[in-house]
């Protein structure tokens, strides 16, 4: 599976960003699509992941009522819409696709497979 992430940029606090990821390569149905972050001096965390086949979502604490991870399947896509953005969201976003997981397990970065390209998003306050 290769990954393209795109959609990154500077934004002030409480504006919004949509990042995109677009999936090729292999037959997608099994795979769960997620966004991992990084922020300065901080380590990978999870974000927000959608299961490609039935759409169903899991959120980090910290981005829920602000995030929206969604999909278009025509367009092998998955997007992440960031509203209400704070400094602390700064960080470079990945993309990145894992098999065989299940809602419990979304979270765990160490499960995804593919990643592609990180995008960089910088929150001024």
């Known amino acids: 599976v290769q990954l393209q992430a795109s959609g990154g940029g500077l934004v002030q606090a409480g504006g919004s960003l949509r990042l995109s990821c677009v999936a090729s390569?292999?037959?997608?149905?099994?795979?769960?699509m997620g966004w991992i972050r990084q922020g300065p001096g901080k380590e990978r965390e999870f974000v927000a992941a959608?299961?490609?086949?039935?759409?169903?979502?899991t959120y980090a604490d910290s981005v829920k009522g602000r995030f929206t991870i969604s999909k278009d399947t025509a367009k092998n896509t998955v997007y992440l819409q960031m509203n209400f953005l704070r400094s602390e969201d700064t960080g470079v976003y990945y993309c990145?696709?894992?098999?065989?997981?299940?809602?419990?397990?979304?979270?765990?970065?160490?499960?995804?497979?593919?990643w592609g390209q990180g995008t960089q998003v910088t929150v001024s306050s």
């Open positions: 990145a696709a894992g098999t065989g997981l299940i809602a419990s397990t979304r979270s765990d970065i160490q499960k995804y497979d593919y």
């Open positions: 390569g292999r037959t997608f149905s099994s795979l769960t």
């Open positions: 959608i299961r490609w086949s039935g759409g169903s979502t």
